[in-house]
């Protein structure tokens, strides 16, 4: 089995990198001795029971080996990330190694939209809280949060502005309370780790994004699109992204990104602060929205992989896709409320279906990989608005939704409330 895998992840990568380079591929390796499906469905499935332990026992802190295992999971993750892009540019590769890619492929989509959160977390012992006065429902945006929610929320607040608070802390403090309501939700109820979370990820905003002063102004009053960020013209022609495409009917505002029409730069100094400024734009807008109306507000994800090929198999890529997965993961958590991808190969669109089978309802929800027979799926989550952005939009018109000829931003479905 160690002699396929090898053999196979060897192949793959020394026949992409010759795409890439335009050498010569070097004579295959050759085959090592038949290796029975039966064995390899086994190794897969017992993956994906492994998974499901360490993202549930993650959440228990008082489980040492839990927790080393999780953080060995989340490594392991971006670490499979470069062999999960090759498999998809070269699928010649032997059932274990499927296996193996399919369960990166739900960890990683783990580490982006919190399925890890499969049961509540415990609260924190009272000990352990910091101390505050009493809360209000008003301090947290109007009653998102649960009693115990609040009151963490709470007094993480009153921690932030007792002690030196961070430079970049918004001065609105119901953004803030929806801020820490998406730590919450994503690490539990421990105060003392809630705060110490929420101020590595302002200073790794303040250290890392670009200075973009009057776009988080915009975002305070309006949706925005992707042609609006920093270097946002080039990114018409070379990173087609759809910043705010209408609504799902469950309310949740829609993301595209459409990635295998991407045009990967030579280098990212243009590629890094348009994707960066775009997130955290999308964020403060999200924030905002959450505030305004009463509810927490999460995108839903749409990965188009249509024309996906070995021309995204770069270092600088690689290194890009990486450094985006964990600033997801670690600093902005709780912001997705479910991921699609379409146009995905054929065989992992089929692995997914087998290994959902498995998978609970609540991961099942928030996870989506369909092939290029994905219109009458999409039908039942998007509204008509939402489904021309996906289906009919040019990449010019889709890197300056949600305008559409002139016209003003989409609603939320029922919404009564008039939000720019």
Request: aromatic share 6%.
């Amino acid at each position: 089995a160690v002699q396929q895998l090898t053999a196979d992840c060897t192949s793959m990568i020394l026949s992409a990198l010759a795409r890439v380079t335009g050498r010569t591929p070097a004579p295959p390796l050759p085959p090592p001795p038949a290796f029975p499906i039966a064995v390899a469905a086994a190794a897969t499935v017992a993956l994906v029971v492994a998974a499901l332990f360490i993202m549930v026992g993650r959440r228990r802190k008082e489980n040492v080996l839990a927790s080393v295992l999780a953080s060995s999971w989340r490594v392991a993750n971006v670490a499979l990330l470069p062999v999960l892009l090759l498999t998809v540019a070269e699928p010649r590769a032997s059932p274990l190694l499927l296996g193996v890619m399919a369960v990166a492929s739900l960890g990683a989509a783990s580490c982006l939209i919190g399925t890890a959160s499969l049961r509540p977390a415990k609260s924190a012992p009272p000990s352990r809280a910091l101390s505050a006065p009493s809360p209000t429902p008003d301090d947290c945006g109007g009653g998102m949060a649960t009693p115990d929610e609040l009151a963490v929320i709470y007094a993480v607040k009153h921690s932030l502005r007792q002690s030196p608070p961070p430079p970049n802390l918004p001065e609105d403090g119901k953004v803030v309370a929806v801020q820490l309501l998406r730590v919450v939700r994503e690490h539990g109820t421990d105060a003392r780790a809630v705060e110490r979370v929420y101020r590595r990820a302002l200073a790794w905003k303040r250290d890392n994004l670009p200075d973009k002063p009057e776009l988080d102004a915009l975002a305070e009053s309006r949706w925005l699109c992707a042609a609006e960020m920093p270097h946002g013209e080039w990114a018409v022609g070379h990173w087609p992204i759809g910043f705010h495409c209408g609504y799902s009917k469950s309310g949740s505002p829609v993301k595209i990104e459409r990635l295998g029409a991407c045009a990967p730069p030579s280098d990212t100094k243009l590629l890094y602060p348009y994707y960066l400024a775009l997130v955290d734009t999308l964020q403060r807008r999200l924030d905002r929205t959450s505030v305004t109306s009463g509810r927490l507000q999460q995108t839903y994800e749409l990965f188009d992989l249509a024309g996906l090929g070995t021309h995204m198999v770069t270092f600088t890529m690689l290194s890009f896709t990486k450094d985006v997965m964990l600033a997801f993961a670690t600093h902005y958590p709780s912001s997705f409320s479910k991921a699609v991808v379409i146009n995905a190969p054929s065989f992992m669109a089929r692995l997914y279906r087998i290994l959902s089978t498995v998978l609970p309802a609540s991961v099942k929800a928030k996870v989506s990989i369909l092939g290029a027979e994905y219109e009458a799926e999409l039908a039942n989550d998007l509204t008509p608005e939402t489904l021309y952005w996906v289906t009919t939009a040019s990449h010019a018109q889709l890197c300056r939704a949600p305008f559409r000829d002139g016209a003003a931003p989409a609603q939320p479905a029922g919404s009564s409330r008039a939000v720019r």
